[in-house]
T-cell receptor, first 111, second 111 residues
C-alpha cells in the first residue's frame, strides 16, 4: 500500500520564479493538507483540500495556491518566489480524524 | 493566535531510561492531539494521538492529556538510541482540519 507520494524531492528555483509541487495521497484518503516547514521549526499549515475545494487556509499570502483533482491528488503552486519560501514542503493526507500521514516532502531552495 | 508550545531541548536521557516530553496549548477548542517523530532530514511520522483526558498507551509510548491544564505529554519507556529525534506535538479541532504544531523537542538518547 503506497503511502503519500510527493514530487519532486528537491528543487532549486530563482527568486521571482513560479513552482508547482505535487502530491498523491495514501490510498483511501480523500483529504490533502499542505504544510511548510522551515529549518528548526514545526510545520506550518498552508491549506487543506477536500472534495476538490479549499476547505481551510492558514496565514499564507495569495502567492500560495492549490488544487485538488478528482483522484484526490493535489498540487501546490507558489508564484513570485522569495528567498524566505525556501523550506521543506510537506503534503499530508487523511481519511478520518486520527492523524495525518505525511509524505517525504519536497525540499525547495530559492536562490 | 493558536499556539502549541514545546521546550526545544535537547533533552538528553541515558539508554533504558524514561523520556518525558511535554507540550502546552492555548486553544481550548483543540480536541485532538498528536505526537510525531521526525528524524533529521525526514518527514514527520505519527507516533500516536489522543482525544480524551487521561493516559493512552501504545507499546513503549504513553500519551497523557489534561484538558483542564491544557497540557499534553509523551512518555517513552526503555529509551533507545534509535529514539533520538525531534518530537513534534500538534493540536487540532474536531474533524480533519488544520493541525497546529509546536516547534518540537529534540531528544538525545545516550548509549
Amino acid at each position: 500500500d503506497a503511502g503519500v507520494t510527493q514530487s519532486p524531492t528537491h528543487l532549486i528555483k530563482t527568486r521571482g520564479q513560479q513552482v508547482t509541487l505535487r502530491c498523491s495521497p495514501k490510498s483511501g484518503h480523500d483529504t490533502v493538507s499542505w504544510y511548510q516547514q522551515a529549518l528548526g521549526q514545526g510545520p506550518q499549515f498552508i491549506f487543506q483540500y477536500y472534495e476538490e475545494e479549499e476547505r481551510q487556509r492558514g496565514n499564507f499570502p495569495d502567492r500560495f495556491s492549490g488544487h485538488q483533482f478528482p483522484n484526490y491528488s493535489s498540487e501546490l503552486n507558489v508564484n513570485a518566489l522569495l528567498l524566505g519560501d525556501s523550506a521543506l514542503y510537506l503534503c499530508a493526507s487523511s481519511a478520518q480524524p486520527g492523524g495525518y500521514t505525511f509524505g517525504s516532502g519536497t525540499r525547495l531552495t530559492v536562490v | 493566535q493558536k499556539e502549541v508550545e514545546q521546550n526545544s531541548g535537547p533533552l538528553s536521557v541515558p539508554e533504558g531510561a524514561i523520556a518525558s516530553l511535554n507540550c502546552t496549548y492555548s486553544d481550548r477548542g483543540s480536541q485532538s492531539f498528536f505526537w510525531y517523530r521526525q528524524y533529521s532530514g525526514k518527514s514527520p511520522e505519527l507516533i500516536m494521538f489522543i482525544y480524551s483526558n487521561g493516559d493512552k498507551e501504545d507499546g513503549r509510548f504513553t500519551a497523557q492529556l489534561n484538558k483542564a491544564s491544557q497540557y499534553v505529554s509523551l512518555l517513552i519507556r526503555d529509551s533507545q538510541p534509535s529514539d533520538s529525534a525531534t518530537y513534534l506535538c500538534a493540536g487540532g479541532d474536531t474533524g480533519r482540519r488544520a493541525l497546529t504544531f509546536g516547534s518540537g523537542t529534540r531528544l538525545q538518547v545516550q548509549p
